[in-house]
């Protein structure tokens, strides 16, 4: 089963760099063999780059390995160098807090309870107990300044005006260190990454080589890119987090359903578990048929479920469905009910509500009181997908959906959300 994995991971457009393809196809082979990924608490959630990691560290567990997931207590108080600048530094209180909202968001990706069960790991546990001249004197003393200054970013930070602390310039060696740790107490071989983390890869490999003459492994995933050439995980608001207060599980699955269709068939091999089989299968319905948008809205139900499981997922896709009038919006929970109406804009009102004329109006879905009477005359007025013919119609409060909210709709395509204040 191991021998189709470097195959699986090359087809799905997630090798950009390994320390040998060769070698490392012979020790997915020759397995099981333990691996880790690390991810830094700098935030207090992880992100959508951060996802491929996680799904790749679950595609080779899936294949029998042993995965590690190192959450970095010790590395998180640093920050890996940036090209952009220097870091700020987050305290250790906040930097504790982040760690265990880091960790649980891992643990849901992969499997603690199979043959080959995941470890949690955290490597402030063999950092913390180590003084500064232990440091230097048992890991420092086998790193050469050439090849440290040569990395990408450092070498790009010292050439900019800013420069690089010592701070950050050091993150390689405790990355390195989390490698041979790992690999004296798991005998982990293996450390997966994205690309841009390469230098820090094999900062491990070397110093393992250096201290014990083993020949360890390193795999880079490329950099996930759009094809309209904008960043891959941001949006206008910013970036697309998992954690569900931070980016709604509705505009999640907007991020997806929305990806340019020359992004789709590449989104479906890096973000799902579909088969081959199933993926071509789309890729010609969607040819067949590309205003059904099958793949889209596979790529988003598929993502979102597997970040923020069933029932939210049908809520949202319930939601997108029911705000333009073909589904029941009275079985959408208010939280996503919320993250949809903000998506299509909410007008406050506080106080007894006016009629739907004054509303059409104050809500920006007409421009006079005369276009709004029209609508409403040729049937195109609608509040909570109940058509509205009286123009002198004023909603009561059993017409609020959760207590607060109204959807204001004009025609098929034009909504908005009334939220009422009392």
């Not at 108080?77 to 305290?91: A, H, K, Q, T």
């Not at 360890?216 to 207060?245: N, Q």
């Not at 970040?307 to 939210?312: A, Q």
Request: glycine share 8%; net charge negative.
């Amino acid at each position: 089963m191991t021998s189709a994995l470097f195959d699986e991971l090359s087809w799905r457009g997630l090798i950009s760099q390994t320390t040998g393809d060769d070698d490392l196809r012979a020790a997915f082979e020759a397995g099981p063999l333990t691996f880790y990924c690390g991810f830094d608490p700098t935030a207090p959630s992880l992100h959508m780059g951060n996802l491929v990691q996680l799904i790749t560290a679950r595609r080779i567990q899936n294949y029998g390995h042993f995965p590690l997931g190192l959450v970095g207590g010790s590395t998180g108080l640093i920050g890996d160098p940036r090209m952009s600048g220097e870091r700020v530094l987050n305290s250790s209180e906040q930097v504790a807090v982040w760690v265990d909202r880091i960790r649980s968001q891992v643990e849901r990706y992969l499997d603690f309870e199979c043959a080959n069960a995941a470890r949690i790991v955290n490597n402030l546990d063999w950092t913390a107990p180590m003084s500064a001249i232990d440091f230097l004197r048992d890991v420092g003393k086998h790193f050469r300044m050439g090849r440290m200054l040569a990395k990408d970013t450092v070498a790009t930070r010292l050439r900019s005006d800013e420069g690089l602390s010592f701070t950050e310039f050091s993150y390689q060696i405790l990355q390195g260190m989390d490698f041979l740790e790992l690999n004296r107490r798991y005998g982990c071989t293996l450390q997966t990454g994205g690309s841009d983390q390469w230098g820090n890869l094999t900062s491990g490999t070397e110093l393992i080589h250096k201290v014990n003459g083993a020949d360890v492994h390193a795999l880079a995933t490329p950099l996930i890119t759009k094809a309209d050439g904008t960043k891959f995980g941001k949006t206008e608001g910013g970036a697309i987090w998992l954690d569900p207060d931070m980016t709604s599980p509705y505009d999640f699955y907007q991020f997806w359903i929305n990806s340019d269709d020359r992004d789709v068939d590449r989104f479906l091999k890096v973000f799902t578990f579909r088969s081959r089989e199933e993926i071509a299968t789309l890729a010609e319905s969607t040819a067949a048929q590309p205003q059904a948008r099958q793949a889209h809205r596979v790529l988003a139900q598929d993502v979102t479920t597997l970040v923020h499981g069933e029932d939210t997922t049908a809520q949202v896709i319930a939601a997108s469905t029911a705000l333009f009038g073909r589904g029941d919006i009275n079985e959408i929970d208010e939280p996503t009910l919320a993250a949809a109406l903000s998506a299509v804009g909410v007008l406050e009102l506080d106080g007894d509500l006016p009629n739907i004329v004054a509303l059409l109006q104050r809500s920006g879905l007409v421009t006079s009181n005369s276009e709004a009477r029209r609508t409403i005359a040729e049937g195109g007025a609608n509040i909570n997908n109940v058509r509205v013919t009286d123009p002198d119609h004023v909603p009561v409060m059993t017409d609020l959906l959760h207590s607060s909210w109204l959807v204001l709709r004009r025609g098929k395509k034009s909504v908005v959300g009334i939220k009422v204040k009392y």
